[in-house]
Each structure stands twice: as C-alpha cells, then as structure tokens.
C-alpha cells in the first residue's frame, strides 16, 4: 500500500504506509538499474562503548541469512553479472546493487534478504571481528588514509563525528551479537529508510517489488542525534617514522543543506578541488613542494568541515602549511576575477554532469537529496545556482569560514610535538 506518491518528470517518490521512501528516476537509455537501500544511521549515531557498530553491521550483512550462505549471496549476484556492495559513513549505511533491468527483482531479493535476515551468526561475527580488526590497521598503517582521521578527532574530539567509522580495537572487541541486534531493531527501522533507484525501471512494478519485500516492516524506535559542538581551534601531532609528513589543515565547513553550498563548491574548487586549482598550481607545479595536496569539503547535516591535504617533506612541512594560510588570505582578501570564478563553475557544471551519467551516481543522487533535503533538484535547478554565484558571495564565505578561531591542524609524520603550536595557525 502506498501512502503518498509525488511525481516530476521522470522522478517519482512514494512513502509506503510504514514510512520507507522510495525515491526514482527512471531513465529509459540505460539498460542498467542501480538500487540502494539508505539507512539513516552512521559512526555518529552510535555510543562510545559501540564505537565501529554500524561498520561492523554492514560487513555482516554478507555472511548469510536464513536462506542464503554467504557463498550464495555472492555466486547468486555474479551469476547475473550483476554487483553488489556496501559502505558506512558518519551520517548514514548504504547497500547496492546494479544489474540488468531485466535482474531487478533479483537485486531486490537480495538486498532485502540481507538486511531483514542476516542470521548474525557467533562464528560470523568473530571471523568478521578478525577481519575488521585487520582493516583498522590497513587503516593506521595508510598515512594519506589516517591523517583523515586525525583530523576528525582534532576537529570534534570525544564528539561521536570525531570517532573513526570503524571504531577501534577496544570497542570492536566488546561488540557482540545482543549488541548488534539491538543497534538494527534501534537504527534500521522505517521512518530511517529511504530506498533510491535510478536507470531503466518500471516504478508501478519496482513498487510492487519493493511493497512486498520491506512493507511489512514494522519497527519503531526513538533515537537523537547528538548536535556537534562549536569547532575551535586546536591541532594533533602523531610522530611517526615515515618519508613524508602527511597534514591536513581544517576549518568550518558548511551543513548540506546550507544556503550558501553553491559558494562552498566553487571555493573548493578554486582553492584545491583540481589539477588547475590554486593550491596544486602554486605548492605544486610552481615550487614542488608537494606530489599530492588538494582541499576537500565534508558537510553534514548539522555542521561542515572544509579542509587541506598535503604530504611534503618534513622540511617543507612549514613552509606549504603557510602558503595554504596564504591561500586562504587571499581568498578573505582579494575578490577572485571574473575569468577564475567563469572557469570553476565551468568546470564544477561539467563534472557534476558527467558524473551523473551512470545509473549508480544517480541513484547516490536521489537518496542524499531525499535525506537532506526531502525533496528532488533537477539539473537545470542546481546550475541556476551556480550561476548565481558571484565574486562577492565567495569572499564573503572566505570570511565568514577561514577565521583563525576555527583553524584545526593535523600532522602525522617525523614532526616534533614541540615544533608545532597553534602560533602556527594564523592567517
């Protein structure tokens, strides 16, 4: 039974009676179909002593339910040529699939099979404990990948977005299977539900699908998202013996749904989101100080993070940190030039669409602005936008965004603790 149904074009969103939203787009060129079961429920939303529990939930969803062992789920998807996947953030769990249209019903099986019946077994969980415990130290062990880390904890601290998405060694070995029941009857219920499609689908028969393997779901539950506290500044030093010294320099970023992301795009753009950006320009093609560093945004639904990644020597360390401060200046003081700002909306247009070509980026497209958003942008609305950006609008979030007070470093590498200070974040 459907409660309510919203059509656009070729998107359509339903809400079936028990809360789960079904967001689509149908795009009758393709002959793929790419679905992703949503649940509004991440690292975030877990407790301290559970640290990993949403990660480690996702990793045995895969181990075999009532009716499938895990050999089956995979040799049933590849006998289709079709795949299958999973990932954890901070905000949210998402499982997928992508197959032939003519192969949805068999996706749709499968997914809800896995996320409704999962037998959590003992022996799955600990063999999966084994292998988590192993990914944290692939993890740690990955400077360019751990540094991400670090700064999260610089940033947010003992705050549940500070934790890692995996957890750590302490909380991954208390996790059992009650605890893992109660994080699912607590966390994937309906209303935190939102299942997206997109490629060449039938809607009246993906809902008759869909109605039939989740309508019946009926879980309820009262959970709050602990609101993230102010950032300030600070910095975290780890000291390890490697050839580089890999940083990121962090600031206030934006919420999703900020009114001002479109300036948020193009300043990241600007400042490190390419090859022609200023900071790859500069650090690396003018003086060679860097082989990698690019700026990055992270937003969520009630804060953001934008930041700066670099891996340099340890004896440029100093000197790229403080031409990125300089580049953060510069944008607070200098108004970019109409052909600069022309040029990154050209390109964040022609990468935003290009990215939307295949039927899995649509699909990731439609469940974030149904969850943030709880409602569909087509293309032309979100270039409008673009548009709109002016000189002005991006100094002015420079301002607004790259104050000393929210400056937050993280260093990991053959760096001194006492060489670093907060001195060292001024812009």
């Not at 208390?174 to 060449?200: E, F, M, Q, S, T």
């Not at 300030?232 to 001002?260: M, P, W, Y």
Request: proline share 2%; aromatic share 8%; hydrophobic share 40%.
């Amino acid at each position: 039974m459907v409660e309510k149904r919203i059509t656009e074009g070729l998107y359509q969103k339903i809400v079936l009676h028990n809360g789960i939203r079904i967001v689509t787009e149908k795009i009758p060129y393709l002959r793929s179909v790419s679905i992703g079961i949503w649940i509004n429920s991440g690292s975030r939303d877990e407790e301290d002593k559970n640290s990993g529990i949403s990660h480690f939930l996702e990793h045995l969803a895969f181990k075999g339910t009532e009716k499938r062992s895990a050999r089956q789920i995979a040799f049933e998807m590849d006998s289709i040529g079709g795949q299958i996947d999973a990932f954890t953030s901070r905000e949210y769990t998402c499982y997928s699939a992508k197959v032939l249209d003519e192969h949805l019903p068999v996706a749709i099986d499968l997914l809800s099979d896995i996320l409704l019946n999962s037998t959590l077994k003992p022996a799955d969980i600990d063999k999966e404990r084994q292998v988590i415990l192993e990914e944290v130290k692939f993890v740690e062990d990955n400077p360019a990948d751990y540094i991400y880390d670090l700064l999260y904890q610089s940033v947010w601290s003992s705050h549940p977005l500070g934790r890692s998405i995996l957890g750590n060694h302490e909380s991954i070995e208390r996790i059992d299977r009650n605890k893992l029941v109660n994080h699912l009857d607590n966390h994937y219920i309906p209303k935190n539900i939102i299942i997206a499609a997109a490629g060449n689908i039938n809607e009246d028969r993906l809902k008759e699908l869909l109605e039939k393997a989740f309508g019946s779901l009926n879980k309820n539950a009262s959970s709050s998202r602990e609101a993230p506290p102010e950032i300030k500044r600070n910095f975290i030093i780890k000291e390890r013996e490697l050839e580089q010294v890999h940083f990121c320099l962090g600031t206030k970023g934006l919420r999703s749904a900020d009114e001002n992301r479109f300036e948020g795009y193009l300043l990241n753009t600007i400042l490190g989101g390419s090859m022609s950006s200023r900071l790859f320009q500069k650090i690396r093609e003018d003086y060679g100080l860097a082989y990698s560093i690019h700026s990055f945004i992270s937003p969520y639904a009630d804060t953001g993070l934008l930041g700066i990644y670099a891996g340099t020597s340890a004896e440029f360390f100093e000197k790229v940190l403080k031409m990125s401060l300089e580049e953060f200046k510069l944008l607070m003081t200098v108004k970019v030039s109409g052909d600069e700002l022309k040029k990154a909306k050209e390109q964040l247009k022609g990468n935003l669409m290009l990215s939307l070509e295949s039927s899995s980026s649509r699909m990731n497209q439609l469940a974030k602005q149904e969850m943030y958003f709880e409602r569909f942008f087509s293309m032309d609305e979100i270039i409008d936008e673009i548009e709109k950006v002016t000189e002005e609008k991006i100094q002015r979030l420079a301002n607004r965004l790259f104050d000393n007070s929210f400056l937050n470093l993280a260093v990991l590498g053959p760096v001194k603790k006492e060489k670093v200070s907060l001195d060292l974040l001024e812009v």
